[in-house]
């Protein structure tokens, strides 16, 4: 019980930073395109990532990203 005691006070600062660090990911700091995606992009990625989403078991995740870039490409669009 000492021990954990003991590590989770060595650990509270490092918990504080890590928690802060997160803060700062938020979405609300992404960025913003400047221009308003194009209705061809939206479908491309609406269809793709619906044909896409039936490779959702960590087996066949390369399977899924293939689907999704393959699709993209096909729609001339990046990924």
Known sequence: MTTLSKYLTASAPALALGLALASLASP???Q???????????QALRECS???SK????????????????????????E
């Open 55 to 78: 490779y959702q078991s960590g087996t066949w995740q390369s399977t899924q990203l293939h689907t999704y870039r393959s699709c993209m490409m096909q729609h001339g669009e990046p």
């Open 50 to 52: 619906t044909g896409a």
């Open 32 to 42: 913003r395109a400047d221009q308003p995606m194009s209705t061809a992009r939206e």
């Open 28 to 30: 609300s700091f992404a």
